[in-house]
């Protein structure tokens, strides 16, 4: 059964805080994405990853980095937080390969920034 | 970029009665089509997808209907239960291994006992 975990459920920061949240998976899975969900808006992919220490620019990445060290690991850095980053951020993993597969969302970390 | 359009953003329903939810996409090199249910408070999880070689695909009482000529597709929900009330989402990929999908905006359907 995969898992995906993320370090928080809630965070509060406050602006121009640097903050960091954490997604761990158990499934070896090859890709990682980093989406933030707005009402009204949906998932929109921030960056992914398709393997160690490579990264790629989703549709929203002004504002944020990523790291990914390690195969199980994708962290997300907003630099500097500001109010417009309050939202909820959902980490996603997949097998990747020339299929087609699902992807597994971890529970979510609702950040709010003050 | 991709650019995915889902329509209507809310539906009540009777219990019993169907559903329908559509979806409109840009790219015509998109050949994965999942469809993803959020529960209230949980993690969106996948329900049913179909790929650009297959028109319609069934799952006991969800179906998904895709149009490639017209860049559509369609999710079908009949029979409906209270635990269908959830926020729906529909998203489009191209073709690669790095999964990478494109999700609309979600539609909350309310399934009124």
């Known amino acids: 059964d995969v898992k995906v975990t993320q370090s928080s459920r809630y965070l509060v920061k406050r602006t121009g805080e640097k903050v960091f949240l954490e997604c761990v998976q158990d499934?070896?899975?090859?890709?990682m994405f980093w989406y933030r969900q707005d009402p009204g808006l949906g998932l929109r992919l921030i960056y992914f990853s398709y393997d160690v220490k490579m990264k790629e620019k989703g549709d929203i990445p002004e504002g944020y980095s990523v790291s990914r060290e390690k195969k199980e690991r994708f962290s997300l850095i907003l630099e500097s937080a500001s109010t417009n980053q309050t939202s909820m951020y959902l980490c996603?993993?997949?097998?990747?390969?020339?299929?087609?597969?699902?992807?597994?969302f971890g529970p979510g970390t609702r950040l709010t920034v003050l | 970029g991709e650019n995915v359009e889902q329509h209507p953003s809310t539906l009540s329903v009777q219990e019993g009665d169907s559903a329908v939810i559509k979806c409109t996409y840009s790219?015509?090199?998109?050949?994965?089509f999942p469809w993803y249910k959020q529960e209230l408070g949980k993690r969106p999880q996948l329900i049913i997808d179909?790929?650009?070689?297959?028109g319609e695909k069934k799952d006991q009482r969800i179906a998904v209907t895709l149009n490639k000529t017209a860049k559509h597709f369609s999710l079908h929900i009949t029979e409906t239960q209270p635990e269908d009330s959830a926020v729906y989402f529909c998203a489009s990929g191209d073709s690669g291994g790095y999964q990478k999908v494109t999700f609309g905006t979600g539609t909350k359907l309310q399934v009124i006992p």
């Open positions: 790219d015509s090199a998109s050949n994965y």
């Open positions: 996603a993993s997949g097998a990747g390969g020339a299929s087609y597969n699902e992807q597994f």
């Open positions: 179909i790929r650009s070689n297959v």
């Open positions: 499934m070896d899975h090859e890709n």
